[in-house]
């Protein structure tokens, strides 16, 4: 079977510290990948950093406001050519080696999307914080009910998905919400969803992580808002 084509988005936002392990980390997949790297006003560093290597990007997006890692996401997208799309943090929480497993299911199975989950147990994972695990059961439960699906972590950051599934799909949220509604939308679709098990080598705050509790209301109610209306 050939390898589709993979157009790989990255959100950039302050990752000086990782930002070029993990693009070269995507470079040596050996697999067909364009890298789209997506920055929205960096102050560390990060964006001089990406002007001076890039070419070790295909498609570098320097925008001036910071409006969040969703609207990043949507100007990645926009410009992906790849038969498939995957989401990739920016800094080492997330293993490139893990790509091979989420296309399996899109190779074999035809499915439209996949994502890695960190909580299958079977690959390492970094023990991390107790209550991101509660919030993310809470989350994980309520699309779980919602959608009607097993999936068992929704909020990895893993997703590789068909670029065609792209089409008519208007997301409004530009920050960390943008997940919720991302799913959303395509689980609401009649479409062929797996999930792998991946590796999560997960950092702490002191390390970078920006992420914080109070979004998790954003994406409960993005769950629950896109399973009735759209
Ligand atoms: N362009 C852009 N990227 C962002 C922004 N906020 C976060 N990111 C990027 O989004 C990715 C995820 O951010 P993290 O702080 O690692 O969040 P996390 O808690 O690990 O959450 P997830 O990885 O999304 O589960 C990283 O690559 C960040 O640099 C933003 O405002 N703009
Ligand atoms: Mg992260």
Known sequence: ????????VMPVFNEARTVMTIIDRVRRTNLPVELIVVDDGSTDGTRELLTREREKIDRLILLDENRGKGAALKAG??????????I???????????????????????????LGSRLTGARPQRAYYYWH???????????R???????SDIYTCYKAFRREQLAGLDIK????????????????????????????????????????WYHTGRVVWNLV??????
């Open 1 to 8: 079977m050939t390898v589709p084509t993979l157009s790989v």
């Open 77 to 86: 997208f926009a410009v992906a050519t790849g038969d498939v799309v995957i």
């Open 88 to 114: 990739q943090d920016a800094d080492l929480e997330y293993d490139p080696e893990d790509y091979a497993e989420l296309l399996k299911p899109i190779q074999k199975a035809g499915a439209d999307l996949v």
């Open 133 to 143: 695990y509660v919030g993310n059961r809470l989350i994980t439960w309520i699309a």
């Open 145 to 151: 009910v919602l959608y009607n699906t097993t999936l």
């Open 173 to 212: 949220s530009d920050g960390f919400e943008f997940d919720a509604e991302f799913l959303a939308r395509l689980l609401k679709r009649d479409l062929i969803v797996y999930e792998v098990p991946i590796s999560y080598y997960g950092r702490s705050y002191a390390e970078g992580k920006k992420i914080k």
């Open 225 to 230: 808002k896109y399973r009735f209306v759209g």
